[in-house]
């Protein structure tokens, strides 16, 4: 623990902007970093496992067994960033004690990982969290209005990551869900929809046991929803009146531990959902059945037309695979295209 807590005081410490918003700027290596890494750097046989809870600032919330430890990233996990959901290997002083500070050495390998950008057009990419098995894509039916190109492209950026997609309409005891549920129905989307007043019972049975996380615009019941499922949670929820004025109530993304078994993780509302990242194929992974189909398409074909060269309408006739998934994908595939976020 003093050679940890020696090196943070003679190296990271004096160096913030390296752990500081590190997914917002580049930061070239200065000359306090240019002297060669050590290939000797110790190889943390001793390190614990933890779950990094919450991000705040440069400083992440692992739990480490059942108490939660405050620590900073080590200087040599380099420019990739930790976040909510990462398994991560620590170091250093993990007694959880006000003014403790453990150092987080490694990010296990990630299971899924559910990333976005700003839009389309920035390629620069945002990690929203790793390692959900569930993306929980929450959307209001009225108060703020459903905005189904939203949901499209949250559907899009789950496929590409890995995560198994969830509509969860809330509110609706201000507008029935029956017109949306219908039109997801037919991308095989499991849906649940929700009120405030009463038990949101569905949901709680697709969350047991898994990591899901909640995303959707600002207004829309996240943190009213985790309230309900983590009864000590105490999310604060914000007055919609104010949505849309760029006021977010929640502004960090924090899992909460569900009593039976599993995580929910709230997120700050967001306005769009860029999908500069997400590639034709990524989005196939989650179409296998129209896999063999692309066979005969030309190298790079974007699957969008057969004007283009796609081979999928011709090979949907011939083995007279169903039309509606072609639809389905090329809907998602589209959805990286539009405005309409
Ligand atoms: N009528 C109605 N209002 C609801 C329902 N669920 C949530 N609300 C209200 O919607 C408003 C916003 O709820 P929040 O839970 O703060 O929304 P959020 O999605 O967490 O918002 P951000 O944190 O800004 O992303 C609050 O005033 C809630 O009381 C519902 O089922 N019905
Ligand atoms: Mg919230």
């Known amino acids: 623990v003093g050679r940890d807590a020696a090196r943070i005081h003679r190296g990271d410490e004096l160096t913030p902007r390296r752990d500081y918003d590190e997914d917002d700027v580049r930061v070239r290596p200065g000359r306090r970093n240019s002297r060669p890494r050590t290939k000797e750097r110790p190889r943390h046989a001793d390190a614990a496992g933890g779950f990094v809870t919450a991000v705040d600032r440069g400083r992440y919330t692992c739990l480490v067994g059942d108490s939660p430890v405050l620590a900073m990233r080590a200087r040599e996990l380099g420019r990739g960033s930790v ?7 620590l170091v250093g002083d993990m007694s959880g004690q006000p003014g403790s500070l453990a150092r987080i050495v490694r990010i296990e390998p990630r299971r899924t990982l559910l990333r976005r950008t700003a839009d389309d057009n920035d390629p620069y990419e945002r990690v929203v969290v790793a390692n959900a098995d569930q993306l929980v894509i929450v959307t209001a039916l009225a108060n703020p209005p459903p905005r189904t190109g939203l949901i499209d492209r949250c559907l899009a950026a789950g496929y590409a990551g ?3 997609p969830l509509l969860c309409l809330t509110k609706s005891d201000l507008a029935t869900p029956d017109d949306l549920l219908a039109r997801y129905a037919a991308l095989g989307l499991a849906a649940v929809s929700t009120r405030r007043d ?8 697709r969350l047991t046991g898994r990591v899901s996380v909640l995303v959707g615009h600002s207004g829309v019941g996240k943190s009213t929803l985790v309230n309900k499922l983590v009864p000590d949670a105490d999310r604060s929820v914000g007055v919609v009146s104010a ?4 006021r977010h109530t929640s502004t960090s993304v ?5 009593p039976e078994s599993g995580w929910v993780i709230d ?14 194929d990524d989005l196939l992974a989650a179409f296998p059945d129209l896999d063999d189909g692309t066979a005969a398409c030309p190298p790079h074909c974007e699957h969008l037309s057969a004007a283009d060269g796609c081979a999928l ?6 083995t007279h695979a169903d039309p509606a998934r072609l639809d389905a994908y090329r809907r998602l595939l589209r959805s990286r295209a539009t405005d309409d976020h």
């Open 162 to 164: 890995g995560l198994e």
């Open 254 to 258: 924090v899992a909460l531990a569900l």
């Open 243 to 246: 949505i849309g004025k760029g």
């Open 198 to 205: 009463s038990d949101p019972a569905d949901l709680r049975e």
């Open 83 to 89: 976040v909510v959901g990462d398994e991560v290997a």
């Open 267 to 280: 997120t700050p509302g967001i306005r769009s959902f860029g999908l500069a990242h997400v590639t034709p």
């Open 313 to 318: 309408d011709a090979w949907v006739t011939t």
